[in-house]
């Protein structure tokens, strides 16, 4: 079962069914990965099934690893796992397709 893949042809890394602790390392390296040749970072979490706290960290800390490179990572069309998931640990997702996530303050 594939939990991510990264299409060249739209320039888009789409992660599938589970960004979760059992999958979270081998996510991250790719993720690092796809960030690092990127021009213009783009995650597909339109497929996301599930994802717990290990995932929102993973997608966090892409988002600072390719802010530091000087990219602006966007994640697209997030499932409703997903904006449960950023909820649950205090982030607005309200904005996810469109803008960065903001902390509530």
Not at 5 to 10: E, F, I, L, T, V
Not at 19 to 44: F, K, M, V
Not at 53 to 69: D, K, Y
């Amino acid at each position: 079962m594939p939990i991510a893949n990264q299409s060249k042809a739209d320039d888009r890394y789409t992660a599938e069914r589970a960004l979760d602790i059992e999958a979270s390392s081998s996510i991250a390296q790719e993720i690092l990965e796809y960030i690092r040749s990127s021009d213009t970072p783009a995650i597909d979490l339109s497929k996301v099934e599930s994802i717990d706290t290990f995932g929102v960290q993973i997608l966090l800390a892409a988002r600072s690893f390719a802010r530091n490179r000087g990219k602006q990572l966007s994640f697209l069309a997030p499932t409703e796992a997903v904006r449960h998931a950023f909820h649950r640990v205090g982030f607005d997702s309200s904005e996810f397709e469109t803008a960065p996530l903001s902390h509530h303050e």
